[in-house]
């Protein structure tokens, strides 16, 4: 997305902060010093009241202050909400999907520079991805890791090998899909095992999609999406550094049918396998 949120807040909370600090220990002392004198000079009430009341400026400083580094706390050291755009993760994730992110699952970094301050894990195969797209990284994307630092991935006849060994695909018949998804239905949905994950993928037979073999380079991962024939993915533009990671992606809190115009009150609550 292009809209920097993390920037805006870190913004957000200096200004406010910045104020909120200036006021108690040069403004405020100020005023209760203008206040005692008038005290000494016998002024009435009312006006000592207006010298010591807090600016507008200050009050609300003062007010969104905490408010707003407890929102930028909890975005950027531990849970961030996404909204999923296309149907290139379906059948896992949906178009109009809002999902939850784990943003300390592979450590914790700084908002906004994105240093990374305290090694937590790293992605495990099968995960589900929040990054920071390569060519632009300015945009989010989400993708399943296929390959990690090491790997060699092959591509061919619409199944996946790592390290030369087949992950296993095995079909459930015909995929009937909802609400933006449509287009979808009657794609091939299969079930794939990548080690110790199971998850579902789609498949159009008779389309062609990108095959190939891929060396993935250390500090880098090789991701794709769930819909493998619509997804614009590794196959295309290469590796994810590791540095590009934003976390891993572990519930879907809500959904919005724009074809129908309702929330998907079943998928609310779902976890992300």
């Given at each position: 997305?292009?809209?920097?949120?993390?920037?805006?807040?870190?913004?957000?909370?200096?200004?406010?902060?910045?104020?909120?600090?200036?006021?108690?220990?040069?403004?405020?002392?100020?005023?209760?010093?203008?206040?005692?004198?008038?005290?000494?000079?016998?002024?009435?009430?009312?006006?000592?009241?207006?010298?010591?009341?807090?600016?507008?400026?200050?009050?609300?400083?003062?007010?969104?202050?905490?408010?707003?580094?407890?929102?930028?706390?909890?975005?950027?050291?531990?849970?961030?909400?996404?909204?999923?755009?296309?149907?290139?993760?379906?059948?896992?994730?949906?178009?109009?999907?809002?999902?939850?992110?784990?943003?300390?699952?592979?450590?914790?970094?700084?908002?906004?520079?994105?240093?990374?301050?305290?090694?937590?894990?790293?992605?495990?195969?099968?995960?589900?991805?929040?990054?920071?797209?390569?060519?632009?990284?300015?945009?989010?994307?989400?993708?399943?890791?296929?390959?990690?630092?090491?790997?060699?991935?092959?591509?061919?006849?619409?199944?996946?090998?790592?390290?030369?060994?087949?992950?296993?695909?095995?079909?459930l018949g015909p995929y009937t899909a909802t609400g933006e998804g449509l287009y979808m239905t009657g794609a091939d949905l299969r079930l794939e095992k990548l080690g110790d994950v199971k998850h579902d993928i789609l498949i159009m037979p008779g389309r062609i999609s990108k095959e190939g073999e891929y060396v993935v380079p250390e500090g880098h991962y090789f991701v794709m999406g769930d819909n493998r024939d619509n997804s614009n993915d590794s196959r295309y533009w290469g590796f994810v550094p590791e540095?590009?990671?934003?976390?891993?992606?572990?519930?879907?809190?809500?959904?919005?049918?724009?074809?129908?115009?309702?929330?998907?009150?079943?998928?609310?609550?779902?976890?992300?396998?």
């Amino acid at each position: 997305m292009d809209f920097d949120f993390a920037t805006v807040m870190v913004v957000a909370v200096l200004i406010t902060g910045v104020i909120w600090a200036l006021d108690v220990f040069i403004w405020k002392p100020k005023r209760l010093q203008a206040a005692e004198k008038l005290r000494q000079q016998d002024v009435e009430e009312k006006v000592i009241s207006n010298t010591i009341k807090e600016p507008v400026m200050v009050e609300y400083a003062r007010s969104f202050f905490p408010v707003i580094l407890v929102v930028l706390v909890l975005r950027s050291f531990l849970v961030e909400p996404f909204r999923i755009p296309s149907g290139s993760m379906m059948p896992t994730l949906l178009a109009g999907d809002f999902i939850l992110v784990n943003k300390f699952a592979y450590g914790i970094r700084l908002p906004v520079i994105d240093t990374k301050i305290i090694d937590v894990d790293e992605p495990h195969r099968g995960d589900v991805v929040v990054f920071r797209y390569p060519k632009n990284p300015s945009v989010d994307y989400i993708k399943r890791v296929i390959g990690l630092p090491g790997d060699t991935i092959s591509v061919f006849g619409k199944q996946v090998y790592v390290n030369g060994m087949l992950a296993p695909q095995t079909s459930l018949g015909p995929y009937t899909a909802t609400g933006e998804g449509l287009y979808m239905t009657g794609a091939d949905l299969r079930l794939e095992k990548l080690g110790d994950v199971k998850h579902d993928i789609l498949i159009m037979p008779g389309r062609i999609s990108k095959e190939g073999e891929y060396v993935v380079p250390e500090g880098h991962y090789f991701v794709m999406g769930d819909n493998r024939d619509n997804s614009n993915d590794s196959r295309y533009w290469g590796f994810v550094p590791e540095e590009n990671l934003v976390g891993k992606a572990f519930m879907i809190w809500m959904n919005w049918d724009s074809i129908q115009n309702r929330v998907s009150w079943e998928r609310i609550g779902n976890s992300i396998n």
